[in-house]
């Protein structure tokens, strides 16, 4: 798909085999991440464990394994700055006659809290809730979820672009109700989406098909974006092509700058060329402010 975007700038990025022990993973599949005082909370799809990096992406042995980790992988994490709780998200499971996605809570220190659904129904095992962020409004805690799928469907609608979602929580008892559901721009070219990340009421999504992702902002007090927004591709190589095949989550680290993962290339379905920059983690800038210095 061929759309007009500026092109983002790359920081830093090092694959996250050169910065975590092997003990754990030889794959590193990651899927979500999130930024938080100065650290980096990587999750991977294949390990019920949470890494912690520096912003610096030097390497570490900081690697806790989840005491109750229910899921079979994490699609990505959130976290409440009012209480330090952590939302780690599995995508979509089976609950009764429904795919569901299933959130598990964690106080500070990474100790399980409680684990309960997120009450809106998605199409299948493997088209589900993408990206998790925290939103806290009037002194209530919301869970923004990121449908993987246009109009949160799968097949041919799921791909026709124009139907982006992102439905919203608020948490009654250990469970999660839908109150609200944003509509992202119909303009967006995406096929798919991959990531969410929220500063502010400032949001980030990715699409993984695209290589490419849309900032935007709510408007205050309503779900509901305040505009078009901005559109930015990741860059590509030397011929155009894309390299930033399989972004999967996002994070914001400043107004201006980004920290985003890449799972791990699917061999019987992409290029060589997606190996690149594959199983991945990424510090860009968006251009019109140009790339910070490293610490």
């Known amino acids: 798909m061929v759309f007009s975007a500026q092109e983002l700038l790359l920081v830093r990025e090092s694959p996250l085999a050169a910065l975590l022990p092997t ?4 794959r590193w599949e990651a899927s979500g991440v999130l930024a938080l005082d100065g650290r980096l909370y990587v999750v991977c799809d294949d390990l019920r464990a949470i890494a912690r990096l520096g912003e610096n992406l030097l390497p570490t042995d ?26 780690l998200l599995v ?30 129904d998605l199409p299948s095992s493997n088209k589900g809730m993408e990206g998790l962020t925290c939103v806290r409004r009037s002194g209530t ?28 929580f608020e948490q009654r008892g250990t469970e999660w109700a839908q109150v609200a559901s944003v509509r992202l721009p119909s303009t967006l070219p995406f096929r798919d989406y991959s990531a969410l990340g929220a500063r502010n009421e400032q949001l980030a999504v990715v699409s993984q098909e695209s290589s490419a992702l849309w900032v935007g902002r709510l408007e205050p007090g309503e779900w509901a974006v305040r505009d078009a927004g901005t559109l930015y591709s990741f860059p590509r190589d030397q011929h155009e092509k894309v390299v930033y095949c399989n972004v999967e989550g996002v994070s914001w680290l400043s107004d201006h700058d980004l920290v985003m993962v890449s799972d791990r290339a699917k061999r019987d379905e992409q290029p060589d060329r997606c190996r690149v920059k594959e199983a991945s983690i990424h510090v860009f800038a968006l251009p019109e402010v140009g790339p910070r210095p490293s610490p």
């Open 23 to 26: 003990g754990h993973s030889h």
């Open 62 to 87: 900081d690697v806790v394994t989840l005491p109750d980790g229910r899921g079979r992988g994490y699609e990505d994490l959130a976290h409440d700055p009012a209480t330090g709780r952590f939302y």
């Open 91 to 120: 995508e979509s499971l089976r609950h009764g006659s429904r795919w569901m996605a299933r959130v598990e809570e964690y106080d500070a220190d990474l100790q399980p809290v409680s684990h309960g659904w997120l009450d809106f």
């Open 141 to 168: 805690t919301y869970l923004l979820g990121l449908c993987e799928g246009n109009f949160c469907a799968d097949g041919s609608r799921g791909r026709t672009p124009g139907g982006g979602r992102i439905q919203v």
